[in-house]
């Protein structure tokens, strides 16, 4: 009998103990800190084999800016963090270019995850691309090596700017020295104060 008292109070202790420990698990989920964290760390992963510094040419092509609103040799605050430590550098201005970027989509050939979004392809960076832009949605093939796995791979346009864009040197917030970064639209910087 004393045995049968004692499988009551453990049962609906376990049970209380399970119900606690799967409201603590759903109250990450509905507040977004675990699903934040996990695409903040798939961001940066996919930024990680990004080539931050490259060499100071440029595709074929591609037109020297007349006017553009940041002169080479003048200094810019980056306002985008298309790498981690990038926003809020001050940039040296390397060269700027008029031309039309574009964001894409695409499976690195890799075999590494989908990059979707990616910021920024040039017009002159598009294999056989032509005097026309292209239109979001159109397939394209990559001619840079921006991140690896990027060069030949098939992507998708998903969108399309006419702009001037520039080649710049930085360091990042975090010390890392950043040399012919190759692309910062002019919609991305800031005067410095």
């Known amino acids: ?3 049968k008292r004692l499988k009551k109070p453990v049962f609906l202790l376990l049970a209380a103990l399970i119900l606690i420990l799967g409201a603590c698990s759903n109250a990450n989920d509905e507040t977004g ?4 964290t996990e695409s903040s760390e798939s961001t940066h992963s996919a930024h ?3 080539n931050h510094s490259g060499s100071s040419e440029v595709p074929e092509g591609l037109k020297v800016a007349e006017n553009p609103k940041y002169e080479v040799g003048t200094q810019a605050i980056i306002e985008s963090d298309h790498m981690e430590g990038m926003k809020g550098a001050e940039a040296t201005i390397v060269g700027a270019y008029d031309t039309t970027v574009y964001t894409i989509s695409y499976t690195p050939t890799d075999g590494g995850e989908r990059v979707e ?5 040039i017009h002159e ?4 691309a032509g005097d026309e832009p292209f239109k979001p ?3 394209v093939t990559i001619n ?5 796995g990027m060069d030949g791979v098939t992507a998708e346009i998903d969108s399309a700017e006419a702009t001037t864009v520039y080649m710049v040197d930085f360091t990042t917030t975090d010390g890392e020295e950043v040399t012919n970064h190759k692309w910062v639209t002019e919609s991305e910087l800031s ?3």
């Open 1 to 3: 009998m004393f045995k």
């Open 33 to 36: 800190e675990k699903k934040d």
């Open 48 to 50: 990680s084999n990004m």
């Open 117 to 121: 979004n990616h910021k920024w392809v």
């Open 125 to 128: 960076e598009i294999k056989d």
């Open 137 to 139: 949605g159109s397939e």
């Open 144 to 148: 840079a090596e921006h991140m690896e």
């Open 191 to 193: 005067p410095t104060k």
